[in-house]
């Protein structure tokens, strides 16, 4: 039997719900941007208004500005985000069990088996109309028998629209469009197949399996299925998606970081929430990855396999520095201006620990038993009662909390 | 225009967890009796800003919306 696959894409979320919100701002161009004097001033979403005088998702505030001078700059207000998604997620609740959240503002939903409520356009159109009366926001919706094309499909007509690609018409709709388009086509990706002449989504299509591969890998292979419409990827459970893989924390610098010491502060606040985090979930990691990006906002990301099972602060700031090392020559290469730390590959803590000949895995014990103990005092006293050495040599770097998460909430006793 | 008037409001809760509104309090202190709740339903007020619980409600002959959002109850008042 076909599926019947929507995906639900939240028209310019943070901007409209600002715009809901503020009636006085609504026929005003506006972005939701970060704090500037925090160097987070980039914009998060524009409405309809600023769109059009061609302000992007992740340029500067100040760009932005230059291009629209009376331009409404309004900061993000996450709760209020969380409480639009959940509220919307509360909809499509009402038509399956099978939503699968990507993102706060895109879902997709499987009806395949929603008959009752109608067909798949059916369906969109109630979600499309209910959302806009409920919420005061507008959705586009993509139908179709995969997730990839009802992604295209929510992308192909927006705001407030419902588009159905099926089997019969992807190939006039989808297939003219450039490669960009596509799901899991970047920047890169894009690139390299520009070179070899692929530059629509149907040449992609097109080319033989063998040559795509050869182009672009594993990766090439997926692409020709997905672009052929050869997706089968189930929408998850509602209840599935609580499984962690992996918990990090990033952030970037209020300035520039130009020293080694500079990185290794924050690379220790980091280590602390995202060790901290994981002791609460009750999990030890193998796998610890970070991310750097510099001052001209290139990124990339290293990671590696750590020899046993942790959850310490101290082994995994040590392993994250040690992997700074080996991949980035402040002296040689531009400065830094955020940096990101995760760990992955979880053992449950309740989980045998392998002993070894030379006892680190004792040291290791009595290390988390220490980082434990650290929590205990944060929790009950703030998190400036216990800190590290290397936090207080300079406290404009390290005076943050990654996440806001870890509230210097005092419990009494 | 509107703005969003955020008003103290007198709830009945009933034993099987239905609630009601009786009366509102305006900014000036005046109260309002409310004499019929004619719907329910979740909806947005574009012209306050905001979304909940909406509540139409009939108070000295007039239709008023009444909002309920997460815990707080507001009005679309004139300005």
Same mark, same amino acid.
């Given at each position: ?104 503002? @895109? ?73 960009? @388009? ?232 | ?79």
């Amino acid at each position: 039997m076909e599926r019947i696959v929507l995906h639900v894409d939240c028209n310019k979320f943070y901007a409209s719900v600002e715009c809901l919100h503020r009636p006085e701002i609504r026929n005003l161009p506006v972005i939701v941007g970060g704090d500037e004097s925090l160097r987070h001033g980039i914009v998060l979403t524009k409405n309809e208004i600023a769109a059009r005088y061609s302000i992007k998702t992740g340029e500067a505030i100040w760009q932005a500005r230059q291009k629209c001078p009376n331009l409404v700059v309004v900061p993000p207000n996450y709760p209020l985000y969380m409480r639009f998604s959940n509220l919307a997620r509360e909809i499509y609740c009402d038509y399956t069990d099978l939503v699968e959240p990507y993102g706060l503002d @895109e879902c997709w939903l499987d009806v395949t088996g929603s008959g009752i409520f109608g067909s798949g356009r059916e369906i969109a159109e109630l979600i499309r109309r209910r959302v806009k009366k409920e919420l005061g926001i507008t959705v586009s919706i993509g139908v179709s028998y995969n997730k990839v094309f009802a992604k295209l499909g929510s992308d192909y007509k927006k705001p407030d629209a419902v588009t159905v690609i099926g089997k019969d018409n992807f190939k006039d709709l989808l297939w003219p469009l450039p490669v960009r @388009e596509m799901f899991f086509v970047g920047r890169a990706t894009e690139k390299k197949l520009n070179s070899c002449g692929i530059r629509t989504i149907g040449d992609m299509a097109n080319c033989s399996r063998e040559y795509m591969k050869l182009i672009l890998g594993k990766h090439g292979e997926m692409l020709h299925a997905f672009t052929n419409g050869y997706d089968n990827d189930p929408v998850k459970h509602m209840d599935d998606m609580r499984i962690i893989k992996s918990i990090g924390n990033s952030s970037t610098a209020p300035r520039d970081l130009k020293t080694e010491n500079d990185v290794k502060v924050l690379m220790y606040v980091l280590a602390e929430s995202v060790g901290r985090r994981m002791r609460e979930q009750g999990f030890r990691c193998k796998t610890v990855g970070i991310s750097l990006r510099d001052n001209e906002l290139c990124s990339f990301v290293r990671q590696m396999k750590l020899p046993a099972y942790t959850a310490s602060t101290g082994e995994i700031g040590a392993v994250a520095m040690t992997l700074f090392k080996e991949n980035y020559n402040l002296k040689r290469q531009k400065p830094l201006r955020s940096l990101g730390l995760a760990c992955s590959d979880f053992e449950h803590e309740a989980g045998a620990v392998q002993l070894d000949l030379f006892g680190d895995a004792q040291k290791r014990l009595k290390a988390e038993r220490l980082d434990a103990a650290v929590d205990g005092l944060q929790a009950r006293f703030g998190s400036e009662s216990v800190r590290r050495g290397v936090l207080l040599t300079d406290r404009a770097l390290s005076g943050f909390e990654p996440g806001g998460s870890f509230t210097p909430f005092k419990r009494s006793f | 225009m509107y703005r969003k008037v955020y008003v103290d409001v007198l709830i009945r809760h009933e034993k099987n967890g239905k609630i009601t509104p009786l009366a509102l309090t305006w900014e000036n202190g005046e109260v309002y009796e409310i004499d019929r709740v004619t719907q329910i339903c979740k909806a947005a007020s574009l012209k306050a800003g905001g979304a909940g619980l909406r509540f139409t409600c009939r108070i000295r002959n007039r239709e008023t919306y009444l909002f309920l959002e997460d815990d707080k109850w507001f009005v679309e008042g004139k300005s």
